[in-house]
């Protein structure tokens, strides 16, 4: 059984540019959320969704920001028009019920903003 | 909102000295989780303590759940290499959302 997928694991982006964010969870997870770290700092929770369904983004930036997660695929975190303060370590979570019960991460995607 | 507050931020010890981070909830919470992070790795989940008064042990790691289920405490006895890293503690809100503390970070003096 795969643990957790998140691609890319490094990404480079100039300051303007889009950033796409995948994460598959494990088999058998339908819940994800998504996390940043910055160097040195602790995990901030982002988003959380069912399949089909943000189902908490508080701690989402309200602009250039999206998360979705398909019926079919991996879901998704889409950062648009970056900027420098966007450079961060991303990690993708996932768990089989809610989030009451362990999360089992991703190995992050390195995003760094020129 | 619901708070976890984790100390110290950092902790300094010489191979095969002892290591305790603590963690306070602001509100009680159904449980708590504890993760530990390498350096440029990602969280692993390492432990889940539900009832009141627990005490759980992990070979060398002792875990404690408070009476109040408020407070919890991590101690590593003996540390070695392999336990370089940052711990962090979790536990759900009303909403069952993960809220973090900010982390432990072991770090063993050369």
């Known amino acids: 059984n795969a643990g957790v997928m998140q691609n890319p694991r490094h990404l480079v982006r100039r300051r303007g540019q889009e950033a796409r964010l995948r994460c598959s969870p494990m088999?058998?997870?339908?819940?994800v959320y998504w996390y940043r770290q910055l160097p040195e700092e602790g995990l901030k929770f982002m988003v959380y969704l069912q399949k089909e369904n943000i189902i908490d983004e508080s701690g989402m930036p309200k602009e250039r920001f999206s998360a979705e997660f398909p019926k079919e695929g991996p879901s998704i975190l889409r950062i648009q028009q970056v900027v420098r303060g966007d450079s961060a370590a991303y990690f993708c979570?996932?768990?089989?019920?809610?989030?009451?019960?362990?999360?089992?991460f991703g190995p992050g995607t390195r995003l760094t903003v020129l | 909102g619901q708070q976890v507050m984790q100390i110290p931020q950092y902790q300094h010890v010489q191979e095969g000295e002892d290591f305790t981070t603590y963690c306070n909830s602001s509100t009680t919470l159904s449980n708590i989780q504890w993760y530990k992070q390498r350096p440029g790795g990602h969280p692993v989940f390492l432990i889940q303590l539900v009832k009141s008064g627990e005490v759980k042990k992990q070979k060398r790691l002792t875990f404690q759940f408070g009476e109040a289920k408020k407070n919890s405490s991590l101690h590593i006895t003996a540390t070695q290499t392999t336990d370089v890293g940052t711990y962090f503690c979790?536990?759900?809100?009303?909403?069952?959302?993960?809220?973090w503390g900010a982390g432990t970070k072991l770090i063993i003096k050369p």
């Open positions: 088999k058998g997870h339908s819940h």
């Open positions: 979570a996932s768990s089989p019920l809610s989030g009451i019960n362990e999360q089992f």
């Open positions: 979790a536990g759900p809100d009303s909403n069952y959302q993960l809220i």
